[in-house]
């Protein structure tokens, strides 16, 4: 198993570009999560899905959006990229019994 | 106020010393996760806690769920062990992790 994976490991953009992040897990989780990470903030959740076709908002989603078309992807889309995006995002899925399982994170930077 | 806090924000020790980090949170619960996040890495679950106390060679988990409280010891403490640990609860509410902001350990040789 590879377990979660995400492409692209790093990133650099120019302010109003486009992109999309990919995660993509072998282990038949209904359950995955994009998180990014900021100094002193911790992890913050931005979107969700319990299931393939299925999506929810997070603590921080404005300028994000997801899609889960198939089970093993979700896939997080800057349309117009900002500064405040730099960050460093990962993504995980969960079991039914809640273990947690994270990519390897992709570091964002937005100039 | 935080729904997970965590305890000291920043710990540097002499390597051998015994090390205790420590997560209170004040939501439901149905697990609680206690993560390892070395300088510039990727996020490892180290345990999965609902009850009681768990072991994984120097490392030791404990929570109190009457308290809604855990711990984290790390004995004989090794410079290697230096990294951001990071306490997170599957509440059980919603399908979402809430995460502390982790604890920056730095183990000196």
Redesign the interface.
């Given at each position: 198993n590879a377990g979660v994976t995400q492409t692209p490991k790093f990133r650099v953009l120019k302010t109003g570009q486009s992109m999309t992040l990919l995660c993509a897990q072998d282990m038949n989780h209904e359950?995955m999560?994009w998180?990014r990470q900021d100094p002193?903030?911790?992890?913050?959740?931005i979107h969700?899905s319990?299931g393939e076709g299925t999506t929810a908002k997070?603590e921080v989603p404005d300028g994000y959006n997801v899609s889960r078309l198939k089970k093993q992807n979700f896939l997080l889309g800057l349309e117009s990229a900002a500064p405040s995006q730099t960050s460093v995002y990962?993504c995980?899925s969960?079991t039914t019994?809640?273990?947690?399982?994270?990519?390897?994170?992709t570091r964002l930077t937005v100039l | 106020k935080n729904e997970v806090e965590q305890s000291p924000q920043n710990l540097t020790a002499q390597e051998g010393e015994f090390i205790t980090i420590n997560c209170s949170y004040s939501v439901g619960i149905s697990a609680l996760h206690w993560l390892q996040q070395h300088p510039g890495g990727g996020i490892v679950s180290l345990f999965m806690l609902s009850s009681g106390k768990k072991k994984h060679g120097r490392l030791i988990a404990t929570i109190n769920i009457q308290e809604k409280h855990s711990s984290l010891h790390i004995t004989a403490s090794h410079p290697r062990d230096s990294a951001v640990y990071i306490c997170a609860v599957a509440t059980n509410r919603d399908d979402k992790i809430i995460f502390g902001k982790g604890t920056r350990l730095h183990i000196l040789p």
């Open positions: 359950y999560y998180y002193g903030m911790g992890l913050r959740l969700y319990v997070g990962f995980a969960k019994t809640n273990e947690q399982f994270f990519g390897p994170g | -």
